[in-house]
Antibody, heavy 120, light 107 residues
Framework: QVQLQESGPGLVKASETLSLTCTVS????????WSWIRQPPGKGLEWIGY???????NSHPSLKSRVTISVDTSKNQFSLRLSYVTAADTAVYYC??????????????WGLGTLVTVSS | DIQMTQSPSTLSASVGDRVTITCRAS??????LAWYQQKPGKAPKLLIY???SLESGVPSRFSGSGSGTEFTLTISSLQPDDFATYYC?????????FGQGTKVEIK
């Protein structure tokens, strides 16, 4: 059974870079696509971007200039870097696994989520 | 971006009630729609994919229907465990987007 676990600092200063890692267990990271999704406190869900073990990535146009998503197959992990953060980036960040057909993917397994707060 | 609009935003219902939540897309998404359930402090859980396919392990009282721009999630007989917030998600085109959520509350 797949398990995903987010890790990283819970507090980031404004204008700095948010860095999170998702450790995947129970399945090879090379077998699926993987995404980051976030949820500001009390609000809805926003897809941030995905990565594939091949190095293929895609991200939300509104975040594309600040987002880097990478994969480390040797550690069965993938990571998110979000630069120049502001208070609007305060959210619970989830790592998720894709299921579906090329470009038509939904999310069948989720990490527990980690709250990242941006401080001024 | 494709805009997903759910209605109602909040729904008050009793155990045993039949509950229907609607999700409308700003353009046709064929049947590329998923539904998730989220409880407070927890990650969302996949319920339905491809508009009407029930995820393994999800109770059969949950069902989805629709195509094009209008979709519904129905709970045939609401159970205590079903009080939660429900989100739809389109995966027809990037960026994948979610509805704003429908909170199902105890009446």
């Amino acid at each position: 059974q797949v398990q995903l676990q987010e890790s990283g600092p819970g507090l980031v200063k404004a204008s700095e870079t948010l860095s999170l890692t998702c450790t995947v267990s129970g399945v090879s990271i090379s077998s699926y696509y993987w995404s980051w999704i976030r949820q500001p406190p009390g609000k809805g869900l926003e897809w941030i971007g995905y990565v594939h073990h091949s190095g293929s990535t895609n991200s939300h146009p509104s975040l594309k200039s600040r987002v880097t998503i990478s994969v480390d197959t040797s550690k069965n992990q993938f990571s998110l870097r979000l630069s120049y953060v502001t208070a609007a980036d305060t959210a619970v960040y989830y790592c998720v696994r894709h299921r579906g057909y090329s470009g038509h993917d939904y999310f069948d397994s989720w990490g527990l989520g980690t709250l990242v707060t941006v401080s001024s | 971006d494709i805009q997903m609009t759910q209605s109602p935003s909040t729904l008050s219902a009793s155990v045993g009630d039949r509950v229907t939540i609607t999700c409308r897309a700003s353009q046709s998404i064929t049947n590329w729609l998923a539904w998730y359930q989220q409880k407070p402090g927890k990650a969302p859980k996949l319920l339905i994919y491809e508009a009407s396919s029930l995820e393994s392990g999800v109770p059969s009282r949950f069902s989805g229907s629709g195509s094009g721009t209008e979709f519904t999630l129905t709970i045939s007989s609401l159970q205590p465990d079903d009080f939660a917030t429900y989100y739809c998600q389109q995966y027809d085109s990037y960026p994948w987007t979610f509805g704003q959520g429908t909170k199902v509350e105890i009446k």
